[in-house]
């Protein structure tokens, strides 16, 4: 287990003499080279998403961009004569990436500093290291999953999805119902080894240790009967949201170790993480056994916290703790569970849990 890494998750291109040769408003007919081209095929089929921060007049950049055939590979595009600094926060935001997950790429010495200077987490990059991009490490994942491949696909239908909430006029349940949202939890095999070790790495707001698990350390989980290893997936009428959850848990006789949750922070406004948390709290009830979840404090995951403590976790001490094995930071937060219902916002499929044999020997 290492700490969560540095692959970069958006890279935000300038356009004049950076992506593509020119000046647009003075030469009018600028041009990408093939090779540039390949760049930004080469890092959107690898999962990095890609946007723009430019200097410019928005409706002739984009139409130039169209023109090139290259305007899909952009999300959340911000052109403008504003800083290019609060483009990128905003990028970043809307994104809901951190700002350590950003690279821009500017010709201009000036506005790679100003972007410096006030997101001093963002890595910034002259043009000319362009051709280079594709060999650094932090633009080179070592797993590329079919979820990372239609990643930018995925972030369109979610805009889309938020163009149809701001036209709901309603309650917010009645909204998340005309979505018809489908999860499916299953147990992970080693089809799911490079997505879920993914998640792990990628998912700091929602993650409950911020631990990375390598694909070695799942494999062995996997194969051990006295460990869970499940993952959650989404889809919805927009389409598919990808897997967008992870569990791992230790089983005894008498309790049950949830020793990591991790949930994509797209999914957080739809109950996503609620409606994983409530359906195990169900399941450990049906089996008669406690619920120990480990937590270790993060500078992002305070969402997470909030989420075990709202669906019941607390500080309180249980005996059946004390029969885990210790792990350095980590805090032990424990529930008795109840009877859960069924989620009303979308349809669940998943295993039984509850009628699985446990062997008697502890963890």
Not at 55 to 82: C, M, T
Request: proline residues 5%; negative net charge.
């Amino acid at each position: 287990m290492t700490a969560l890494g540095s692959t970069v998750k958006c890279l935000v291109w300038d356009l004049d003499n950076t992506l593509w040769r020119g000046t647009l408003l003075e030469d009018g007919d600028v041009l990408i080279t093939d090779e540039v081209r390949a760049i930004v095929r080469t890092l959107d089929e690898r999962g990095i998403l890609q946007s723009v921060a430019s200097k410019n007049d928005h409706d002739l950049a984009w139409q130039r961009l169209v023109e090139l055939g290259i305007a899909e590979y952009f999300v959340q595009p911000r052109i403008s004569w504003g800083p290019k600094s609060r483009a990128v926060r905003e990028i970043a935001d809307a994104l809901r990436f951190a700002p350590s997950t950003i690279a821009f790429v500017d010709d201009q010495p000036a506005e790679r500093a100003e972007v410096a200077y006030h997101l001093p987490d963002v890595r910034c990059y002259p043009a000319e290291a362009v051709p280079a991009l594709v060999t650094m490490p932090e633009f080179s994942p070592p797993r590329v999953t079919e979820d990372a491949r239609r990643r930018r696909q995925m972030y369109l239908a979610g805009e889309q999805r938020v163009a149809a909430q701001a036209e709901h006029v309603g309650p917010d349940e009645d909204f998340l119902r005309s979505l018809r949202m489908r999860m499916r939890i299953r147990r992970a095999d080693a089809e799911h080894l490079s997505r879920v070790a993914e998640l792990t790495q990628r998912t700091s707001q929602m993650n409950a240790t911020g631990i990375h698990y390598s694909d070695a350390t799942l494999r062995g989980l996997i194969d051990d009967p006295h460990h869970e290893v499940l993952v959650a997936g989404m889809a919805d009428r927009f389409g598919p949201h990808g897997e967008i959850g992870v569990l791992l848990m230790a089983r005894q006789p008498d309790v049950w170790n949830l020793r990591l949750l991790a949930t994509s922070c797209r999914v957080v406004s739809f109950g996503a993480g609620a409606v994983i948390l409530n359906w195990l709290i169900d399941q450990a009830a049906r089996a008669g056994v406690h619920l120990v979840a480990d937590f270790r404090r993060t500078e992002r995951n305070r969402m997470m916290e909030v989420a075990y403590r709202f669906s019941g976790f607390t500080d309180s001490a249980c005996a059946c703790i004390a029969t885990l094995p210790a792990a350095a930071g980590v805090e032990r937060l424990h529930l008795a569970p109840s009877i859960r219902s069924s989620p009303s916002t979308m349809e669940l499929t998943a295993p039984d849990l509850a009628r699985a044999s446990v062997l008697p020997e502890t963890v």
